[in-house]
């Protein structure tokens, strides 16, 4: 990750900052806006630097450079002068695509604080973060990602008339964490859309690999279910019978061809008689034997 930290004018500041950027990975040092490269970019300084690289009338590269590349740059407050300079936030913004955080920093008070920004200023150019979203006249969706990533996808290909709600398209944006696209319905109701849906529309790579994931998910809840059955000396047949699921069914999810639906998963739990989140092994206890009295 390209870190520029030119614009901020303490030394201590950059230093204790530089300390945070490291702690979530491996980052490059940047001495001006002229050596970054076409990658990934976080820029941070003091927040009237800033506006004055963003102003209209600046000849500086970085916003060229934001335009064609992935980058999110973090405004300051520290002095009186970057909250004089909160009136021309906007324009900053508006080249930024509103890829701009504003914080006060350094605060000796709320160091954890200060961290969780760093990590909400790098979460900005992560490929998982979904940067805008808008739809168009064509029904399609534009979206881009914090890595650049962006294209079109057909509105109806999401399906969402599934859900029994009147949506309306023209209110679709990506959510303040980046995390999901938003659209309302017609009484104000907002539905959520998961980004790696998204994403994996744009991105054959991503979609293997969530689809890697899913199988990886699938075959760990089967083994664990199997194992459970055969420490309680229980068939297929009798697993079935206890709980109502098709013999056919547990076979498949067993053998990890199958998902089951949470509802699903519930039965087998009480057939197998013990708490549901021991069988999916979110407990420190990961053993499947039956607990004695």
């Known amino acids: 990750m390209q870190l520029l930290l030119s614009d901020v004018s303490s030394v201590t500041a950059r230093k204790r900052l530089l300390d945070y950027f490291a702690g979530y990975g491996p980052v490059e040092p940047v001495q001006s806006a002229a050596r970054l490269r076409r990658q990934p970019a976080v820029v941070v300084g003091d927040l009237h630097r800033i506006a004055e690289r963003f102003s209209p009338e600046s000849s500086d590269p970085l916003p060229r450079l934001a335009r064609r590349q992935p980058m999110v740059v973090a405004g300051l407050l520290r002095t009186e002068k970057d909250r004089r300079a909160i009136s021309r936030v906007h324009q900053v913004a508006r080249c930024l695509d509103g890829r701009l955080l504003i914080k006060p920093f350094p605060d000796p008070r709320s160091p954890d604080e200060d961290r969780e920004f760093v990590g909400r200023v ?88 969530i689809r890697q994931q899913a199988a990886e998910v699938r075959s760990e809840v089967g083994k664990r279910i199997g194992s459970a059955r055969r420490s309680r000396k229980m068939t297929q047949l009798a697993l079935s019978r206890k709980s109502g699921i098709a013999q056919e069914m547990i076979s498949r999810i067993e053998n990890g061809r199958q998902s089951p639906r949470a509802d699903t998963l519930l039965k087998l739990a009480r057939a197998l008689d013990m708490p549901l989140d021991r069988l999916l092994g979110d407990t420190n206890s990961d053993s499947l034997a039956p607990q004695s009295d």
């Open 122 to 209: 790098l979460n900005c150019v992560s490929p998982h973060f979904l940067t805008s979203a808008r739809y168009m006249p064509d029904g399609t969706l534009v979206v881009k990602f914090g890595d650049g990533l962006t294209g079109q996808i057909a509105f109806s290909t999401l399906r969402l008339e599934r859900l029994g709600r009147r949506l309306l398209p023209d209110t679709a944006r990506a959510s303040g964490e980046g995390d999901s696209l938003q659209i309302d319905d017609e009484t104000g109701y907002t539905v959520d859309v998961d980004c790696e849906v998204l994403r994996s529309r744009l991105d054959q790579g991503h979609a293997d690999q």
